[in-house]
């Protein structure tokens, strides 16, 4: 259902809340870049540190950030955790969403089964995807280097491969049992050069949310460590707006 003109008013005050969740082999201080920018603008910023040992646990770790936040809040996702954000994003204190290079599926949908449908540049690469015997998921180290983050310095992108949250199988193909975005007002970013979620499959999801988005061209799946400017923008410009857009919907 639409929010209506009640509950916008009672969360009509200023947002500075900011929680940061990210997405799957890697962990929140990728955000560090982001988080700078926000700290110093005034903002309050938590980041969700996520297990990655089911879909379950990681939209439990993130409720459990959002029930520490004082008053209206906005949450933030890379990747992966877009489809967290979107199951977790119902939380009461969260009045917008923020998807950066993320997923962004309906009730009954699932990021795998979209991602065929719409394929990367990883989904047509085989083997770049490796899993453990227990059934947890990692990137090969090369491919982490010329697909995850091409545009780091090398030995930024080297840390990050030999760093990576091992994610369990099951995350990707969990189900949504609600669709935050269908309520909430929601913004988005395009890295014109992603090559783990297909740019044409974020501009679905974005323009079916009826998300305001903005593309950065020639930038990579981590858009957010290569253009942390650009990204935290959008993230103060969605705080700024986020109570007329609410209104509107």
Do not use: C
């Amino acid at each position: 259902m639409a929010l209506t003109g009640a509950s916008v008013e009672a969360n009509a005050e200023a947002v500075k809340n900011i929680v940061l969740v990210h997405g799957a082999w890697v962990d929140a201080s990728g955000w560090r870049a982001v988080y700078d920018i926000l700290n110093e603008e005034g903002f309050n910023v938590s980041m969700v540190q996520e297990p990655e040992t089911s879909f379950a646990d990681d939209v439990t770790a993130t409720k459990r950030v959002l029930d520490l936040q004082d008053g209206p809040t906005l949450l933030v996702a890379h990747s992966y955790g877009g489809s967290v954000i979107t199951e977790a994003g119902v939380h009461p204190n969260v009045v917008g969403l923020v998807y950066v290079a993320a997923h962004a599926p309906d009730v009954g949908e699932d990021e795998h089964e979209l991602g065929e449908k719409y394929p990367s540049v990883l989904g047509k690469t085989p083997g770049a995807i490796e899993k453990t015997a227990d059934g947890f998921t990692y990137l090969k180290e090369e491919d982490y280097l010329t697909l995850f983050a091409p545009d780091l310095p090398r030995e930024d992108a080297e840390f990050g491969a030999r760093s990576q949250v091992f994610a369990a199988a099951g995350v990707f193909s969990t189900p949504m049992t609600v669709a935050a975005w269908k309520t909430k007002p929601s913004w988005g970013v395009i890295p014109g050069n992603d090559q783990i979620i297909s740019p044409e499959l974020e501009r679905f999801y974005y323009e079916r949310a009826g998300s305001t988005y903005i593309e950065v061209p020639g930038a990579s799946h981590v858009v957010f460590e290569s253009h942390p400017k650009e990204v935290a923008r959008v993230i103060t410009k969605a705080a700024d707006e986020v109570l007329e857009k609410a209104a509107a919907r």
